[in-house]
């Protein structure tokens, strides 16, 4: 149940809920669903899909820090509207993809649409438009990924063996083009002025008194920055490798790729008893003290995969995943607000999220390659286990510079 405080938000919360929903359709876990159709169809291997899969990502993260300020100018109505528009436009590439370098098109569109900037422009309207309650707000919002994860790869499953894996992309952009625009253009029709307040009087909608607001470039000369990217970029680059290559598990293991599509539902549940906790404690401790925190589980569903034998494990393994989406959308949702202020938290944000896009999009080319080199998938996950370990230590040491900055 929506707390008292929030129901006079609902029509907001919904929108970021419904731009993160409609984020998945470019998501690394409903794209793997279909590679195993693009390199039959397509006569390639594992190297050759995650190598085009790189290309189009690297090159939306490259876009995303020229388009992503547009968050900070542009109606989040109209842009969301167009961004879904542009997404819908990709998943009929996507239905109609016959070589290589349409592949690569069609990569670059889902990645920068759906991954990108449906989610950026969704936890940018959060951060901004909420202040004391931001934690709980960017944790509804991303209750969006937590439904797309658990409904998506099971329609999506369920589609292609009823109607085809490239009519399911021609379903997809059906649902955009009919159900989610409408939707949020209602939503938003009496769009929530952002920093109206702040802008007048120097004082924030709340109450609490003014900071420094924090231009890119002053963020981009700070060396802290740069110190928390090994943990910002950790979940995107290993997450991306479990779900880019869960073909490559099942098929190793001598399981069934079912098995990973029936235990979204659990990743589902525990993303969103994640989040909503996640909210609840940004609001009070603040998410700079939770970010080592989300890389515990994280390296534990990596080391529990590398050794797991028997396919009942994949519910642990998308249980601890489930806590790490859950968390790191909420606490990277409300982070840079709490850091560098809201005022251009658009752009800022632009930065981070080609950051995330660049770490998922290195992950499945560089995993496939290893796989092609003879560098078993499990060796791998162990060593990314090892790394999330040392960087939820190496987070913790940055936790008093973090408080500094984030007080000052």
């Known amino acids: 149940m929506l707390a008292p405080d929030l129901r006079p938000e609902l029509r907001w919360l919904s929108s970021g809920f419904l731009l993160t929903l409609c984020s998945g359709f470019g ?10 159709h693009l390199k039959a169809d397509l006569s390639m291997s594992d190297g050759d899909v ?10 939306s993260a490259a876009l995303l ?10 109606s989040i109505r109209w842009l969301g509207v167009g961004v879904m528009g542009g997404l819908a436009a990709t998943s009929l590439l996507m239905a109609s993809v016959a070589s290589a370098w349409t592949l690569a098109v069609a990569f670059f569109g889902l990645r920068f649409f759906g991954q990108g900037m449906l989610t950026h422009v969704a936890m940018t309207a959060m951060g901004r438009w909420f202040n004391r309650k931001r934690g709980r707000a960017v944790s509804i919002a991303a209750l969006g990924l937590s439904a797309s994860e658990a409904a998506f790869p099971i329609l999506a499953v369920a589609a292609i063996g009823l109607v085809g894996w490239r009519q399911t992309w021609v379903l997809a952009a059906a649902a955009l083009v009919v159900l989610a625009v409408p939707a949020l253009i209602a939503l938003l029709g009496h769009e929530r002025k952002p920093g109206a307040t702040l802008q007048r009087t120097g004082e924030s909608d709340d109450g609490t008194p003014p900071r420094h607001e924090w231009t890119r470039g002053e963020v981009l ?8 990217m090994p943990g910002i970029l950790a979940p995107p680059f290993i997450l991306t490798a479990i779900f880019f ?8 293991k001598g399981w069934e790729l079912s098995w990973f599509a029936a235990s979204f539902p659990i990743l589902a549940g525990a993303n969103v008893v994640s989040a909503l906790t996640a909210g609840w404690l940004v609001d009070r401790i603040g998410a700079r003290h939770l970010l080592p925190a989300l890389l515990v589980p994280l390296g534990l569903s990596a080391l529990v995969l590398a050794y797991a034998a028997n396919p009942f494990v994949l519910p642990v393994v998308m249980a601890l995943v489930g806590l790490v989406l859950g968390s790191a959308a909420t606490v990277q949702g409300a982070l840079w607000a709490e850091l560098y202020g809201t005022r251009h938290l658009g752009a800022i944000r632009s930065v981070v999220v080609s950051g995330v896009v660049f770490g998922s999009a290195l992950s499945p080319a560089l995993t496939g390659i290893l796989i092609d080199a003879g560098v078993a998938l499990e060796t791998q996950l162990l060593a990314m286990a090892i790394y999330s370990f040392a960087t939820a230590g190496w987070m913790a040491l940055l936790g008093p510079r973090l408080t500094r900055l984030a007080t000052a």
């Open 245 to 252: 290559n869960q073909a490559v598990i099942v098929e190793i």
């Open 27 to 36: 998501q690394t876990y409903f794209i793997a669903l279909f590679t195993g």
């Open 221 to 228: 000369k700070s060396p802290l920055f740069y110190a928390l």
């Open 65 to 74: 820090t020229w388009a992503g300020k547009f968050a900070d100018t542009v």
């Open 50 to 59: 995650g190598t085009l899969y790189m290309i189009g990502t690297l090159a």
